[in-house]
C-alpha cells in the first residue's frame, strides 16, 4: 500500500487521476497475439484493481502490468478504488467477479475483510495474484508479489536513527491497522529502533490516510513531546501530512522525515528539506512479475507463490544517481 496499498501532497493532482482513468480504460487486447504473445496467455481476460487509483504507486504499477500483458496478447484493463477503503473497494471486486476473467490481479485493502468474495472468485476459476498487499488467508491467490516491507522498516528506523544522532523521540504514524504492508513496516521499524536505547518510540499514531490528520497529530505530538526529533510515515499521504505539520510547525527540517515510496511529490520534498529519507519500493517490478506469473499459470508452468521486489533509500545525496532515480515513480504512463 498501496500502494496498503505506496502505499504515500494533501491532494493528489489531477493530472494523475487522468493517467491512470486513461491507463485504466486502454485495453491491451491484442486479436492477433502479437510477436510477444505464447499460446496459453494470448486472449486471456485479466483484471486488476489497485488499492488507491490516483496513487502514483498504483499508477506506476498499472504502467508496468499494461505494458507486459499486451506483449503477452492478453486482453487487460485496471481500476482501482478512489480511497483506501474496505467499503469502496468491495463494489471492484464483486464487478469483476460477475465477468469471470480468467486473471485477477488485486491490491486488498485490507487483511481480512475482502476473504470471503476473494475465495468465490478463486473457487469459480479465475486464478488470483495477490500485488502489493496481501490477505491472512494463505490459501487464496496462486502469488502473492509485494516488496519486503518489514526490512523497509528496518532501513527507515537506521537512517533516521543516524539522522537524529540517536537520541530523543520518534514518532510512527501509518494508516490503519489490518493493512498487511505497513503493519509490516511498523513492526520492523518499531523492532530496529529497539536497537537505539537512546531514542524513545512513542505509541503509533493512525491517520485513516489522511494528510490533514497526520498534519495535525504530527503538531499535537510536537506540543507533548519538545524532544522530538524524527517521525517514521507509513505511506505517502501520512508522509506528506507530517510535512505539512512540520512547516507549519516551524520544524521543518529539525525533526528527520523518513517515508515510504517515491513519489513525484515526496522527490520535491526530498530535494526541498521536507523529507530526509524515502524507502522506495519497485511497484514496476510488481505489476511485471504478477502479469508474468499469471502467465505461467495460464501456460501450465511453474508459478512463483511468493515473490519479492527490491526496494532502496533515497537521500538528497543520491537520488540524482541513475541506479536510483530509476525507481522515482510515474504520475501517468
Avoid at 469502496?88 to 469483476?96: E, G, I, K, T, Y
Avoid at 489522511?210 to 507533548?224: D, F, K, R
Avoid at 519538545?226 to 507530517?242: C, H, K, S, V
Avoid at 515510496?261 to 524507502?279: C, H, N, R, S
Wanted: hydrophobic letters at 40%; proline letters at 4%; a neutral charge.
Amino acid at each position: 500500500m498501496p500502494s496498503i496499498h505506496s502505499k504515500r501532497r494533501l491532494l493528489v493532482a489531477v493530472g494523475a487521476v487522468l493517467a491512470l482513468t486513461s491507463a485504466a480504460a486502454c485495453s491491451s487486447s491484442n486479436d492477433d497475439g502479437g510477436s510477444g504473445s505464447s499460446g496459453g496467455a494470448a486472449h486471456k481476460k485479466v483484471r486488476l484493481i489497485t488499492g488507491v487509483k490516483s496513487d502514483p504507486f498504483y499508477i506506476t504499477m498499472t504502467c508496468a502490468a499494461q505494458e507486459e500483458a499486451k506483449a503477452k496478447g492478453m486482453d487487460f484493463s485496471a481500476d482501482g478504488s478512489a480511497q483506501w477503503d474496505v467499503s469502496v473497494q468491495r463494489p471492484l471486486l464483486d464487478s469483476v467477479a460477475a465477468s469471470r476473467p480468467d486473471g485477477l490481479l488485486i491490491s486488498p485493502v485490507d487483511t481480512n475483510a475482502l476473504t470471503p468474495s476473494l475465495k468465490q472468485i478463486q473457487s469459480s476459476g479465475t486464478k488470483v495474484a495477490l500485488v502489493d498487499t496481501t490477505v491472512a488467508d494463505t490459501s487464496i491467490g496462486i502469488t502473492r508479489i509485494s516488496s519486503d516491507n518489514e526490512k523497509g522498516g528496518r532501513v527507515a528506523a537506521d537512517a533516521l536513527a543516524k539522522l537524529m544522532n540517536e537520541k530523543g523521540s520518534v514518532i510512527v504514524i501509518s494508516v490503519k491497522p489490518g493493512v498487511s504492508t505497513t503493519d509490516a513496516r511498523i513492526k520492523g521499524f518499531t523492532e530496529e529502533m529497539a536497537k537505539y536505547p537512546g531514542i524513545k518510540v512513542l505509541p503509533t499514531l493512525y491517520d485513516n490516510d489522511l494528510p490533514a490528520t497526520a498534519a495535525s497529530q504530527i503538531q499535537s505530538t510536537l506540543a507533548a513531546h519538545p524532544d522530538l526529533g524524527g517521525a517514521f510515515a507509513g505511506n505517502t499521504n501520512t508522509g506528506q501530512g507530517i510535512a505539512t505539520g512540520l512547516k507549519q510547525a516551524g520544524k521543518q527540517g529539525k525533526v528527520k522525515v523518513a517515508a515510504f515510496d517515491a513519489e513525484p511529490d515526496e522527490i520535491e520534498a526530498l530535494k526541498a528539506g521536507t523529507l530526509q529519507v524515502l524507502v522506495a519500493q519497485d511497484p514496476a517490478a510488481i505489476g511485471r512479475q504478477a502479469v508474468d506469473q499469471l502467465a505461467a499459470a495460464f501456460e501450465g508452468k511453474p508459478v512463483q507463490k511468493s515473490v519479492g521486489t527490491g526496494m532502496v533509500a533515497i537521500t538528497k545525496a543520491n537520488m540524482n544517481d541513475a541506479s536510483v532515480s530509476k525507481y522515482f515513480y510515474k504520475s501517468g504512463c
